[in-house]
């Protein structure tokens, strides 16, 4: 089957690919992730994320669509409900900046696969700019380093969020379909009252330790949604707390 904007989240090409996406949600519960594949859990479209996609289909000339989609956008009066008059106000902040646009000039959600490991692999860049660079947008909360409990530390936001890994796939899929090794960068703008923006580079280096991550971790990730072994519980989200099971009596005690 060939991959178009239509067909990219299908449940078919959901179970026949791995995306950025995807490999993230293993990394943080495999289980919840098998189970959104399956069609037995979805995570809840929080304001915050509409917000970002609301900004993201502007950008994709998919915005009227994306508005028929989602009627929650509107008022009783038609107009906008508030959130989504600050990503109005996001879009417009980006278009007055003439370099975050000239990242954002390329060609717009191009989309390929390859394979990482034997795992077959999709991605949609936001902006390819041809044998020069790949840039993906992120519309976030603010631009701070975010607490890690892996970690113990503050730690960069594309750092938190995985981004890191993202850009490792995204580069080792256009190497594959191009020959080309480009640097991946993200454009960054917030969701602040005063919208802040970033354009930033991964270093190499970091793509390449992701890399590696992916490579050792897509396989074992393949065999879950094959079904060929089970898929871990991380007994820490929403989902893990909604089919939990009881199993056991907690005993109190006074503390000290």
């Not at 020069?132 to 730690?155: F, N, Y």
């Not at 993200?186 to 330790?209: E, H, N, S, V």
Request: hydrophobic residues 40%; negative net charge; proline residues 4%.
């Amino acid at each position: 089957m060939i991959l178009t904007a239509e067909n990219y989240f299908s449940p078919e090409n959901q179970l026949a690919y791995m995306g950025s996406s995807q490999f993230k949600a293993f990394m943080a519960c495999p289980a919840a992730a098998l189970a959104e594949i399956r069609g037995e859990y979805r995570q809840e479209e929080t304001t915050a994320l509409l917000v970002g996609s609301y900004v993201d289909a502007y950008f994709e000339g998919t915005l009227d669509v994306f508005k028929a989609k989602h009627p929650t956008l509107f008022k009783k009066d038609g107009g906008l409900k508030s959130d989504y008059v600050q990503a109005e106000q996001i879009i417009q902040r980006i278009e007055r900046d003439e370099m975050f646009m000239r990242y954002m000039a390329g060609e717009k959600q191009v989309i390929m696969t390859g394979e990482i490991a034997g795992v077959p692999f999709k991605i949609k860049v936001d902006s390819f700019h041809q044998g020069r660079v790949i840039v993906d947008m992120k519309i976030i909360k603010d631009l701070e380093d975010i607490w890690s409990p892996a970690e113990g530390h503050r730690v960069p936001y594309w750092q938190f969020w995985g981004y890191d890994c993202q850009g490792a796939i995204y580069r080792e899929i256009v190497r594959q379909n191009t020959g080309d090794t480009l640097p991946f960068m993200i454009a960054a703008a917030t969701k602040q009252k005063t919208t802040r923006m970033q354009i930033g580079q991964i270093d190499p280096g970091r793509l390449d330790y992701c890399l590696d991550i992916v490579r050792h971790e897509a396989p074992r990730f393949a065999t879950m949604k094959r079904g060929e072994i089970e898929a871990e519980r991380c007994e820490q989200c929403d989902y893990c707390a909604e089919t939990a099971v009881l199993s056991e009596i907690v005993e109190y005690r006074e503390a000290g």
